[in-house]
Structure formats: C-alpha cells, structure tokens
C-alpha cells in the first residue's frame, strides 16, 4: 500500500525525533524506530487502530506508538489506494490533534 505523509505531519515527526535526540540521548533512535514500524503496520493492514472520526473525515483512524507514547493519526484514501498520515502527536497531551 501507497503511503503519504503530509507536511504538517512531517514537521511533527522532526519536531519528536529532535525531541529524543536531545531529551533521551540513551534512547536517541527510539522514535524512529517505533515510527517506522508503525508506517510499516499502516502500509500492511491499514484498517488498523482505533476509529477518531472528525465531522470533516469519518474515516480518520488512529494508532498507538506505544513505547514513545505518541498517536498516528492516518486515514485510507480507497480511491487512491494510499494511506494518508495526518499528524503524528503526543497522547500524553490528553487531547487529539485538530484535524
């Protein structure tokens, strides 16, 4: 499966990996590591995650970055054939991203 990853969600991941790198110099590769697993689990079974449906986007789904605590919002482009990642964001912030 195709997959895009848009510009807002680009800045967000090169926002978390400077964040790692300086924060947590002993685990300095974990975000990308788990961010890139997770990209693989999206390009394999992109129903997977949680449904986050948004008044503008029903399809908008979600998925767990559990080590890094840190949510991949995405959604299926079926048209397209192509999985859209929307945002990459901190689930410790208790909120969702807007979307």
Same mark, same amino acid.
């Given at each position: 499966?195709?997959?895009? !990853?848009?510009?807002?969600?680009? *800045?967000?991941?090169?926002?978390? +990996? *400077? ?5 947590? $110099? #002993?685990?300095?590769?974990?975000? #990308?590591?788990?961010?890139? +697993?997770? !990209? ?7 129903? %997977?995650?949680? $449904?986050? $449906?948004?008044?503008?986007?029903? *399809? !908008? +789904?979600?998925?767990?970055? $559990?080590?890094? /605590?840190? /949510?991949?919002?995405?959604?299926? #482009?079926? =048209? *397209?054939? %192509?999985?859209? %990642? ?6 410790? =912030?208790? =909120?969702?991203?807007?979307?």
């Amino acid at each position: 499966m195709k997959l895009q !990853i848009l510009p807002r969600a680009q *800045a967000q991941v090169r926002s978390k +990996r *400077a964040w790692w790198v300086e924060n947590r $110099p #002993d685990a300095s590769k974990l975000f #990308d590591e788990e961010f890139e +697993r997770a !990209i693989e689990l999206l390009r394999e079974t992109p129903g %997977v995650g949680a $449904p986050w $449906p948004t008044a503008r986007n029903p *399809a !908008i +789904r979600r998925v767990l970055m $559990p080590l890094t /605590h840190s /949510h991949v919002y995405f959604y299926l #482009d079926e =048209r *397209a054939g %192509v999985v859209v %990642v929307l945002a990459v964001w901190g689930a410790a =912030r208790g =909120r969702g991203p807007r979307l």
